[in-house]
């Protein structure tokens, strides 16, 4: 295990029965109170990234904003969010999928990526791909192409990597359960 896997996994809050009785919630909060590990985190982020020649990061709603907006400004290219249905104040495009208690639909501007960019998705957690795979849907109906994922957290249970393989297999994260 790197050290920034150690140090994450330090930090990293179990918050059991939340959302939802039975689901075990990794809470990144304690991680946001650590200055000095949000910057090592920053920095393991561009170190892997700054050299794939990318357009543009996208994050995911809402954790996915925080370092993501950050490696973004550090590569400096532009950062592009990905919001539930309703956040957006321009003309959007919406992506809808199945979640395993209903359903859920991402936007994107319409005019956030240019044909042909290579975007990177970031966000905070990887568990059944299913958000990550509506944000990569997205990308791809702009014209852009995804080049990889980022995340903090992999729950390599519930084997979200398979549902975003189809898009990339470029799918890295920091640390993994």
């Known amino acids: 295990m790197n050290p920034i896997s150690e140090k994450l996994k330090a930090k990293i809050r179990d918050v059991d029965n939340f959302p939802k009785p039975g689901i075990t919630f990794k809470d990144i909060t304690p991680i946001l109170g650590d200055s000095k590990l949000c910057r090592d985190i920053t920095e393991e982020l561009t170190n892997r990234y700054k050299y794939d020649d990318l357009d543009a990061i996208v994050g995911v709603e809402s954790r996915g904003f925080l370092f993501g907006m950050l490696l973004a400004y550090e590569l400096n290219i532009p950062f592009v969010p990905v919001r539930k249905s309703g956040k957006l104040p321009f003309r959007t495009l919406k992506h809808s999928y199945d979640l395993e208690y209903g359903s859920a639909s991402m936007e994107i501007h319409v005019d956030a990526l240019e044909k042909d ?39 390599t249970f519930l084997n979200g990597k398979a549902v975003l393989a189809p898009f990339t297999t470029n799918i890295n994260s920091l640390v993994a359960y």
């Open 117 to 155: 960019w290579k975007v990177l998705i970031h966000d905070d957690l990887l568990a059944t791909g299913g958000t990550a795979a509506a944000a990569a849907a997205l990308v791809e109906q702009l014209g852009a192409e995804v080049q990889g994922f980022s995340f903090l957290i992999d729950l």
